[in-house]
T-cell receptor
Framework: GAVVSQHPSWVICKSGTSVKIECRSL??????MFWYRQFPKQSLMLMAT?????????EQGVEKDKFLINHASLTLSTLTVTSAHPEDSSFYIC???????????FGQGTRLTVV | AQSVTQLDSQVPVFEEAPVELRCNYS??????LFWYVQYPNQGLQLLLK??????LVKGINGFEAEFNKSQTSFHLRKPSVHISDTAEYFC????????????FGQGTRLTINP
């Protein structure tokens, strides 16, 4: 199947700094990518839908100024957690859907720890 | 809108025993259904999917699932589990062709005991 690469796999940052997470579709063009957040022992919560060349669509309750999403090309979407705080510590996962298919492919996830 | 309910948060099973992980969904439109597996600190890997056609779907690692429209269920089964099947399993639904958003169930933690 198609491959989605997410980087970094883990990051530790100081409170107040910003962190960027990259999500790349390696062997297909993804017009749409999705960003999820997962708390320990819980399900995936969709944060936003990222569309290439346009603004992301955020789910209710997700702060768009806090979680900046950029989808500048058909193979790359980035999530920037701005002015991170300890409560932003979580596992973030991206996914991308290959055009014309029903399946979404997931990145490996990024473990963010804010200290 | 769609929703998914995984009825068991944890399922402990002995090695080589059969297992069934339950999933029920609700939707006002036709759906596509998926089962994903997540190993610790990793992303999700697709086990199998139902789009249309035969209601019995076979996936990777010996898993299969049966789509039951009347009961709005998509239970996952494996006749004989292995220690390596220990993981978190997620059922997910999307609203058919053209729909984009995947809605996940709460997850079921499958623990295989020797």
């Amino acid at each position: 199947g198609a491959v989605v690469s997410q980087h970094p796999s883990w990051v530790i940052c100081k409170s107040g700094t910003s962190v960027k997470i990259e999500c790349r579709s390696l062997d297909f063009q993804a017009t749409t990518m999705f960003w999820y957040r997962q708390f320990p022992k819980q399900s995936l919560m969709l944060m936003a839908t990222s569309n290439e060349g346009s603004k992301a669509t955020y789910e209710q309750g997700v702060e768009k100024d806090k979680f900046l999403i950029n989808h500048a090309s058909l193979t790359l979407s980035t999530l920037t957690v701005t002015s991170a705080h300890p409560e932003d510590s979580s596992f973030y996962i991206c996914s991308a859907r290959s055009p014309g298919t029903s399946e979404a492919f997931f990145g490996q996830g990024t473990r963010l720890t804010v200290v | 809108a769609q929703s998914v309910t995984q009825l068991d948060s944890q399922v402990p099973v002995f090695e080589e025993a059969p297992v069934e992980l339950r999933c029920n969904y609700s939707s006002s439109v036709s759906v596509y259904l998926f089962w994903y597996v997540q190993y610790p600190n990793q992303g999700l890997q697709l086990l199998l999917k139902y789009l249309s056609g035969s209601t019995l779907v076979k996936g990777i690692n010996g898993f299969e699932a049966e789509f039951n429209k009347s009961q709005t269920s998509f239970h996952l089964r494996k006749p004989s589990v292995h220690i390596s099947d220990t993981a978190e399993y997620f059922c997910a639904v999307t609203g058919g062709e053209g729909a984009q958003k995947l809605v996940f169930g709460q997850g079921t933690r499958l623990t295989i005991n020797p």
